[in-house]
């Protein structure tokens, strides 16, 4: 199944390069590109599109002023080169943010999180609620409601659980890709957190039960808006 997409960005050099990008994708298709988002609209209406990559300064309207006042049945990926919106756009429930120039790895990780996305639409109810994984010469069963955290130590990763923890032979890069990114994210690169067992934030410092995180500096915007997302009470 491809996947429809769109551009909307007033930089004709930009749009290029994401066209170029798009190309090499198989599963995208490119439906059109406008250089602002009122110039798009007929392109959203008269189409069924399943990915928007958005860019944020734009004259008219700019992207985050977009989003707020209009209802878009498609992935927002923002491509910008602004990093001061993340917070504000991922709370806007925009699917991924990156930042100009973008690198066609950072890009196609973000269309692999819109291809999963649409293509498995997973029941909340079906749902797979655990993993298993090979520690001490077996084969252990780790629910993700037992997984508070994940700490790299070389090539091998520390699992803390609820009850114990336990060394295991791989990567955290390869744990990260393994585990689902609605409940798992990297706050470090030594560090994977369980974002439902957060209990609170302190700068940049993530509170799960006695234990303190820290998070990295260029992640912090990005972590703290996964965490609190569509669940911060506003005054």
């Known amino acids: ?9 007033d930089e004709p050099i930009a749009r290029k390069v994401l066209q170029e990008f798009i190309e ?13 988002p009122l110039k798009a609209m007929a392109l959203i209406n008269q189409n069924t ?19 707020k006042s209009s209802k878009i049945n498609a992935h927002i990926i923002m491509t910008t080169a602004y990093t001061e919106h993340a917070v504000e756009a991922y709370g806007l429930d925009v699917l991924d943010y990156l930042v100009k120039p973008i690198a066609f ?5 973000a269309c692999n999180k819109a291809k999963d996305t649409t293509t498995l639409q997973p029941d909340p109810a079906k749902l797979h609620d655990h993993f298993f994984i090979k520690c001490d010469n077996q084969i252990e069963k780790i629910f993700f409601n037992d997984l508070l955290y994940a700490e790299a130590m070389l090539n091998y990763v520390m699992l803390y659980t609820n009850s114990k923890k336990m060394m295991v032979y791989i990567t955290i890069k390869s744990l990260e890709e393994q585990l689902p990114s609605a409940i798992f994210i990297k ?6 957190v369980n974002i439902t067992k957060v209990d609170s934030i302190e700068g940049n410092i993530l509170n799960i039960g006695n234990e303190k995180i820290a998070i990295s500096q260029n992640l912090r915007e990005k972590v703290i808006a996964d965490i609190i997302k569509d669940k911060m009470i506003k005054r």
């Not at 599109?49 to 977009?66: T, V, Y």
């Not at 790895?105 to 990780?109: H, M, Q, S, Y």
């Not at 706050?187 to 994977?192: G, L, R």
């Open 1 to 9: 199944m491809k996947l429809k997409c769109i551009i909307i960005d």
């Open 24 to 36: 090499e994708i198989d599963y995208l298709e490119l439906i059109g590109e406008a250089e602002n």
């Open 49 to 67: 599109i399943d990915i928007i990559f958005l860019d944020i300064n734009m004259p008219k309207i700019n992207g985050i002023d977009f989003i």
């Open 105 to 109: 790895d950072r890009f196609l990780k």
């Open 187 to 192: 706050v470090h690169k030594s560090f994977i």
